[in-house]
T-cell receptor, first 114, second 114 residues
Framework: DTGVSQDPRHKITKRGQNVTFRCDPISEHNRLYWYRQTLGQGPEFLTYFQNEAQLEKSRLLSDRFSAERPKGSFSTLEIQRTEQGDSAMYLC????????????FGPGTRLTVT | GNSVTQMEGPVTLSEEAFLTINCTYTATGYPSLFWYVQYPGEGLQLLLKATKADDKGSNKGFEATYRKETTSFHLEKGSVQVSDSAVYFCALSASANTGNQFYFGTGTSLTVIP
């Protein structure tokens, strides 16, 4: 069991630049979630995929954010024209489908926008 | 809507003290409830869960009972250890949401001193 992995672990970028994060879920999990966590807060839902289909997006996910899961395996989250308010920890989680099923979280990518 | 209200921290206890971290929720439908723990420098890990009313989740000496009448899922441990120092998050997954995304509380930081 290799768990959920995320890359990079840390990213420092200048305002206005684009960044892309990658998440590799647990291989047999068909659901993949992205969350954002700011200091002193719990994770907040951004979007989720079932296989390759993106089925829901939070209102937190502005037009500058896009996520893909092209073959139903790994996923990418891209932020265009980054702003200082985008600085946060971006968490990926995966799970099997179904109610009451736990999600397994990756270590996160910490984004700092200067 | 769905939300979780969690006891504010930080909490500091002496080793072997009794721990309670309060968690209450509001939810549409019939939620499943979870406690996650985040140790320093690590990702979120599932601590325990309960999927229906009156269920008790337990793990590593921690327990929480799903109380529908009080909409609560308080975390307890009879005797804490220094190694329990971490941030604890209460979360719910609402069955009414097809994606079963999680709603987290703000987290409670626990420090156990020898």
């Amino acid at each position: 069991d290799t768990g959920v992995s995320q890359d990079p672990r840390h990213k420092i970028t200048k305002r206005g630049q684009n960044v892309t994060f990658r998440c590799d879920p647990i291989s047999e999990h068909n659901r993949l979630y992205w969350y954002r966590q700011t200091l002193g807060q719990g994770p907040e839902f951004l979007t989720y995929f079932q296989n390759e289909a993106q089925l829901e997006k939070s209102r937190l996910l502005s037009d500058r954010f896009s996520a893909e899961r092209p073959k139903g395996s790994f996923s990418t989250l891209e932020i265009q024209r980054t702003e200082q308010g985008d600085s946060a920890m971006y968490l990926c989680a995966s799970s099997l489908a179904g109610a009451g099923v736990e999600q397994y979280f990756g270590p996160g990518t910490r984004l700092t926008v200067t | 809507g769905n939300s979780v209200t969690q006891m504010e921290g930080p909490v500091t206890l002496s080793e072997e003290a009794f721990l309670t971290i309060n968690c209450t929720y509001t939810a549409t439908g019939y939620p499943s409830l979870f406690w996650y723990v985040q140790y320093p420098g690590e990702g979120l890990q599932l601590l325990l869960k309960a999927t229906k009313a009156d269920d008790k989740g337990s793990n590593k000496g921690f327990e929480a009972t799903y109380r529908k009448e009080t909409t609560s899922f308080h975390l307890e441990k009879g005797s804490v250890q220094v190694s329990d120092s971490a941030v604890y998050f209460c979360a719910l997954s609402a069955s009414a949401n097809t994606g079963n995304q999680f709603y987290f509380g703000t987290g409670t930081s626990l420090t156990v001193i020898p």
